[in-house]
């Protein structure tokens, strides 16, 4: 059987292959755009953090290296004084006098290499202020859920307190009307006061997330919203934490370089004047040195291995880190995705238990159930209210904690 379309012209390779990348390429998005009130919190977490006073030290940093970069001579010029006289030992009249002066030229390597970490030092400021807004934004996100977990476990005690007092005054009724004895009454003032300390230590709870809250963030209350979309991890390359250790170790890689360079100093070059002074007529003399070394200084050798030692340390530095972050982000996909597969079989929890503390209502004010049976099926349908209110709360945070493992930041739409 033929197909219809066969007598279509069929398209290049390189054609299908266009079609292909842009169907399936997506550009992933960097950062992720939440309201202005919520992104204003990670600039007041990040005016606390000392680390961004550093960006001042690179600067100067940058500009020594690149003003020693410019420069033709590696050191000061030195200034020689050389005086001979024989007054104390033959005392044949002999007076010599020689003054000039020496310097030490930069090899140009050298100051190719100075250059580069100059270069290096520059760019260190925008890197790492993007590393610590990324690391705020995890703070921010840490805190702001935390209150709200705070507040919504206030806010379901609260609730519970209020259905217990309803109980109980249902209770007070019919005990004044002799259809509920003592130990009933009793009962149902117990989860009165086992309400009332639930309320107390969630109050407790929200009081210290608060003042952790408005400490970091200068704020005194939540941002209207805290859900954040499902965004896709960052390349390796493009994830702050790692462009940070990336450029740390650039840095290490060029402070290598330059003390490799270093090893061998450049030429030094000597120009001055002679007067001997003999018993016969005085002598002036031109006097004009080249030195050129040869080797290498036990001390840069030693400078040397520190660096390479210091080289070393900030690769595996940067190793774990990506480790660390691609463990994290497996666990978090993990728990997301389990715990949204567990929101459905919570929600279908509560709804049977919030038929049964009907039914069971009902039944109690007919007289067919003891208190007891209230009680218990009261406190199954608080629990089931409480676990699925938690675990929404744990998917939107989970979903904000995988984001920022991820790599993405908080950012104004």
Not at 163 to 168: A, E, H, R
Not at 293 to 298: A, D, I, K, L, V
Not at 309 to 338: C, D, M, V, W, Y
Request: with cysteine; hydrophobic share 40%; glycine share 4%.
């Amino acid at each position: 059987m033929r197909c219809f379309l066969s007598g279509l012209p069929r398209p290049s390779t390189r054609r299908l292959a266009l079609i292909l990348l842009l169907t399936y390429w997506v550009p992933v998005q960097a950062d992720v755009t939440v309201a202005p009130e919520y992104a204003s919190l990670v600039e007041k977490v990040l005016q606390q953090d000392p680390k961004t006073a550093q960006s001042e030290d690179w600067q100067h940093l940058n500009q020594v290296y690149q003003a020693q970069a410019q420069r033709w001579f590696s050191e000061p010029w030195m200034l020689n004084l050389h005086y001979e006289d024989d007054r104390l030992l033959s005392d044949e009249g002999i007076r010599n006098l020689e003054i000039g002066g020496q310097v030490t030229f930069q090899r140009p390597v050298i100051r190719q290499q100075l250059g580069r970490i100059a270069q290096v030092y520059q760019s260190l400021p925008k890197v790492q202020r993007e590393y610590l807004q990324w690391q705020a934004s995890g703070k921010v996100r840490e805190l702001s859920w935390q209150l709200k977990r705070t507040q919504q476990e206030q806010q379901l005690a609260q609730t519970a307190l209020a259905q217990s007092q309803v109980l109980q005054r249902q209770v007070e009724r019919k005990k004044q009307a002799g259809e509920a004895t003592q130990m009933e009454w009793l009962l149902a003032q117990a989860e009165v006061v086992k309400q009332q300390r639930e309320l107390s230590l969630a109050t407790n709870q929200l009081t210290q997330s608060e003042a952790s809250f408005r400490f970091w963030t200068q704020n005194q209350s939540l941002p209207s919203s805290l859900v954040e979309p499902n965004l896709a991890a960052l390349p390796v390359e493009q994830h702050p934490q790692l462009q940070w250790l990336s450029a740390q170790q650039h840095l290490a890689e060029t402070e290598l370089q330059f003390t490799r360079s270093a090893l061998k100093s450049g030429p030094s070059v000597y120009f001055g004047t002679k007067q001997d002074r003999l018993p016969g007529p005085d002598q002036q003399t031109l006097v004009a040195e080249l030195s050129l070394p040869f080797g290498s200084s036990s001390h840069q050798s030693l400078t040397l291995a520190q660096d390479q030692a210091k080289l070393s340390e900030q690769k595996i530095q940067r190793q774990q880190a990506e480790l660390t972050l691609q463990t994290e982000r497996l666990s978090a996909e993990q728990a997301l995705a389990q715990l949204q597969a567990q929101r459905v079989l919570e929600q279908q929890n509560l709804d049977l238990n919030q038929q049964k503390l009907t039914m069971v209502e009902k039944a109690y004010q007919l007289g067919a159930v003891s208190i007891e049976s209230v009680l218990r099926i009261q406190q199954d349908f608080l629990t089931a209210q409480r676990q699925l209110s938690a675990l929404e709360l744990e998917l939107g945070w989970r979903q904000a904690h995988l984001n920022y493992v991820n790599g993405h930041r908080l950012v104004a739409q």
